[in-house]
């Protein structure tokens, strides 16, 4: 793993460290391991807090394995792959989803182009995105699964960072890791859990203290319990109609528990 200090402190360009309020509105979703939901998550807090009344970007940070274009059944034109190929800037691949009433930054699935990419790079990538970040209320980063060091980085951005997790052990494995490498190398970062797909509300606060005493016991931090996402068979409907939860069952259980979600972050 790199030395803490080749992994840049991103500040936009024209300011100080000290006048910048980096990334205030900005927040990662991140996971140890793929196969937790983290993209359909993503996308279900984007729509909801763009209803409620909230001006929201969501950007595919996942260019290996990028989805968020799919599971919405958009046409993409151009995607973040002609931001780093220099073609384009941010602002010219920035897309609306009328499904998920939000603007989007499409990934692009089968590239290693993020994963592979400079430091340097990064960095200009991470201060363009900040800079694009001051034209919305909330900006939603989709991360890829792992601890890679475009994932690291790009998370340090966030205000918030979102830890997504199920009741699988190897989910809490490799949770926690990401946990441990982002307080070390971060220390000031905030990190928050969500536990997605529970049997109920209690089982998924039961899975959140197995991974916070764990937290607490080794690493002396205890990150907060953002919301659980309770198991609900309407999402995997939704994901193969390729229409967001909210807009196709929005009076279900796990439409319910996001939306919860959505209001506590505007009150924070």
Known sequence: MEEEN??????????????????????????????VGKTWFSITLAHALSSLKKKTLLFDGDLGLANVDIQLGLMVKDDLGSVIAETKTLN???????????????????SAGLASMPIGRLQILGEDLTLLAHSYQKVILDMGAGVEKSVRIL???????IVV????????????????????QYPKCHLNIVVNQANSIREGERTYET??????????ISPPLLGVVRRDTRVR????????LLSRYPTSEAAEDVIAIARQLILE
Request: proline residues 3%; glycine residues 8%.
């Open 237 to 244: 409907d939704s994901i193969r109609s390729q229409m967001p």
């Open 6 to 35: 080749d992994e840049l402190r991103i500040v936009p360009r024209g300011t100080t460290e000290k006048t910048s309020r980096k990334g205030q509105n900005m927040i990662a979703v991140a996971s140890g391991k793929g196969g």
């Open 165 to 184: 997790c199920t009741d699988e052990p190897t989910s809490l494995t490799d949770a926690y890791a990401f946990i441990k490498i982002m307080s070390m």
């Open 155 to 161: 998370s340090s951005l966030a205000d918030k960072i």
């Open 211 to 220: 991974l916070l005493k764990a937290c607490h016991n080794f690493l002396k």
């Open 92 to 110: 010219q691949v920035i897309m609306h989803s009328d499904k998920a009433h939000c603007d989007i930054i499409a990934g692009r699935s089968g």
